[in-house]
Every structure is written in C-alpha cells, then in structure tokens.
C-alpha cells in the first residue's frame, strides 16, 4: 500500500448487504494484520449501508470499540498514558518521546498536524520550534491561541526516522488515539494542518486542490465533527505563495466559527 492508500475495503462494498460488507471487511482486516506483522489493535467497527448497491462510509479505524472498552470514563491522562505505553508499530522504537498533544480541554479548533518531527521528539510537545511559532501566528490571526481555545496534536504521535511520511499501518495504529482525543475534546471544528493529516484523517487521496476551501465531515462511532484544511505552517515558508491560499482558508474558518458561536 502506498502513503496515500485509502483503506482496503473502501470501493469493496457494493452489491452487496450490511452483513456481507462486515464479513468481507472483517477478512480483509486479518489478512491484512496476518501480512503485516499480527494482529495490531482493537477490532475495527463498521456501520455499513444495509442496502446493496450504495457506497458506505469509512470505517472508524477501532475507535468505537476503544471507547466502549473505557465505559465512558476516557480523559486526556488515560490517552496520554496508553500513546506512551504503546508498541503498536515500529515508531516506539526509533522515538525519544511520544507527543500525545496539548491545548485546552474545551477547545474550538483542534488542530492535527502531520508527525512530531525533531523538536517534538525532544520535548514530548507538539508544534514545537519554528514550527510552533509559525503555528501560533496563524493562529492569533483569527483570535485563537494554542492554550487558550486550541488543542494541538498529530495524526502520528511518534516521529517517523529521516523525515519521511509516516506508513499506513503507522497512521492506523494511531488513529483510535486520535479518535478518543477528538470525542473527549469535542471541539466546534478540526482543522487539519497538512496534506497528511488531512488524507489520514480523512482517509481519502485527494490533493489539497481539492480539499481546501471547503467544510467536511468526519464521523467518528455516533458523532459527526466538521473538518477544515490548509497548509502546514512549515509550507508557507518553504513556498511563500502558499500565504495567500492559506490566509484565504483562515478567514473561510474564522467566518465559520462566528456563524456557528452559539452551537
């Protein structure tokens, strides 16, 4: 599978029934485990359209069941703690330390970014360095701040070696974390900082063409959270006309924000 593969049983539902896909996407979850290493985490949930013939949605990457097994009593510690204990994948070997995130508890934006990279690794914080600053400058632009109504975090809670785009396997090992953080937090909107962040949440290959500009949708078990996209701050100063598009989606957001203030 590539980076930006979408998982393998999208596309693989159709003509047949709720019970079939759950079946097919259940082997197909084995099979791929048994390729790759074993077993790697909690079995994956899927809510597959009764009807034959439709497209279904993506499945939620084990959230649900993650969920379930904490009887509600989930928090910002207990994920913390399980991101530090984990050995899900081969990232817990190569890291200093894991970067589970930081920001408000009750936060308006969330904001994922790609994978800690050598600043995170040596603090344990996300958006860290130049990077971090870069951030916040975006961010105090349309009146939010990383501690004050923002919580920051990463698709990947563990730095991947050489710079690289974190795996697959990697982005899926990690997303019940993400997803237990996003229900924990509830925040008013995700906003998504980075190609990776946004094709791993997301689970789609779309380019950034294609998901700037626009509000969308994650459901993760029974909640729906709106999702927004732009560019990495990092981008905007590797390529400087990458500003104006990403100030372009800022004020898209802000203009969101005020209009739902009272939700």
């Known amino acids: 599978m590539s980076p930006l593969a979408p998982h393998p049983v999208i596309g693989l539902n159709k003509g047949m029934n709720a019970d079939e896909k759950s079946t097919l996407a259940s082997f197909l979850d084995l099979s791929y485990d048994a390729l790759h ?3 790697r985490g909690a079995k994956r949930e899927y809510n597959f359209d009764e009807s034959p013939g439709q ?15 904490d009887n509600g009593n989930d928090s910002l510690e207990s994920i913390a703690t399980d991101i530090n204990n984990c050995t899900a994948c081969g990232l817990c070997h190569t890291r200093a330390r894991a970067v589970p995130g930081e920001g408000a508890k009750n936060p308006l934006v969330m904001v994922i970014g790609n994978s800690p990279g050598i600043e995170e690794d040596a603090c344990g914080l996300p958006f860290a360095g130049l990077s971090g600053e870069r951030l916040e400058k975006m961010l105090m632009a349309i009146g939010l701040s990383r501690n004050g109504n923002c919580f920051l975090t990463g698709v990947v809670k563990c730095k991947a070696p050489d710079k690289r785009v974190p795996l697959p396997e990697e982005t899926t090992s990690c997303a019940a974390f993400l997803h237990r953080q996003i229900l924990l937090l509830s925040p008013r909107i995700v906003l998504c900082a980075g190609l990776t962040a946004a094709q791993s949440l997301l689970r789609t290959a779309d380019d950034m063409n294609v998901l700037r500009g626009k509000i969308m949708k994650l459901r993760i078990a029974n909640s729906v959270f709106p999702v927004a996209v732009t560019y990495h701050p990092n981008d ?14 800022l004020k898209k957001l802000k203009i969101w924000l005020d209009a739902n203030a009272n939700e």
């Open 37 to 39: 290493g074993g077993y």
């Open 55 to 69: 497209d279904s949605p993506a499945p939620d990457s084990g959230a649900a069941a993650t969920l379930a097994a």
């Open 236 to 249: 905007l100063w590797e390529n400087e006309e990458l500003k104006r598009p990403a100030w372009e989606d």
